[in-house]
């Protein structure tokens, strides 16, 4: 991370002095160039020397391994809207008790982007929230998802008595009740995958009229916290990112 600490004048000056001007910077820096691959480096909590460990290549200027390499990841954006209430429940932190033991304490809102992440994590890709532009190479990358109270009345006209969500004709986003899906997280979070699931899917031959196996299925009822993308769904998803 790039941070200023306190008492680092006079190291810092020495160091001016002591170390001949450094060559520059390759221009092709491989670590840099994976994770802008990766959509990191929108992240603002980018750590240059965490993603070169991952990459195994902290100090050499090889090349990152494309093949199952966590940086050639596939990333999806969710555009995500809740109610308000939600809103301030996006946290995760530790907290001690009275007897000085440590809880992990994890908000509703963080477990649903934790749930959705899990979802899109079993596919192989990564999932992001509100960041366009770190999926802006993924084919069909975006989606738009509201989680309402209900549907809206628009949408009431379009889905039948059992529908839980709705994704728009056009797939750029898509509506879940949470009146008919209930409170219960790993079943919000399904839905909200499989309406995302029919724009990044969208295209996939093995889908019919937008639905198929696992977490695509037309009917998700019970169980469906269990549902995942089916390993050629996952394949397909996968194969959006490298252009
Ligand atoms: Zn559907």
Not at 117 to 133: H, K, Q, T
Not at 211 to 224: C, D, F, S, T, V
Request: aromatic letters at 10%; one cysteine or more.
């Amino acid at each position: 991370m790039v941070g200023y600490t306190t008492g680092m004048g006079e190291e810092w000056v020495q160091t001016i002095i002591d170390i001949p001007p450094q060559p520059a910077p390759p221009p092709n820096d491989p670590v840099l160039e994976a994770a802008a691959a990766a959509g990191l480096l929108c992240d603002p909590n980018f750590d240059y020397e965490a993603f070169a460990a991952t990459l195994g290549s902290n100090t050499s200027n090889q090349a990152p391994s494309t093949a199952n390499s966590p940086v050639a990841r596939t990333t999806f954006n969710i555009n995500l809207r809740v109610p308000e209430a939600w809103r301030k429940t996006d946290y995760s932190r530790r907290t001690v008790d009275e007897f000085g033991d440590s809880h992990l304490d994890v908000g509703f809102l963080r477990q649903l982007k934790n749930g959705l992440r899990a979802i899109f994590a079993d596919a192989g890709v990564n999932l992001v929230f509100d960041n366009p532009s770190a999926a802006s190479n993924t084919r069909n990358g975006s989606y738009n998802l509201e989680y309402r109270e209900d549907f809206s009345g628009a949408v009431k006209l379009f889905v039948d008595k059992d529908d839980l969500g709705f994704t728009y004709p056009d797939k750029s986003g898509g509506q879940v009740s949470i009146e008919r899906v209930g409170l219960y997280i790993p079943d919000l979070a399904a839905v909200g995958a499989h309406e995302a699931g029919h724009r990044f899917l969208s295209g996939f031959a093995g889908l019919k009229s937008g639905h198929g196996g696992g977490i695509m299925a037309r009917q998700l009822g019970r169980g469906i916290r269990y549902d995942r993308f089916t390993p050629d769904q996952a394949a397909y998803l996968r194969s959006l990112g490298k252009q």
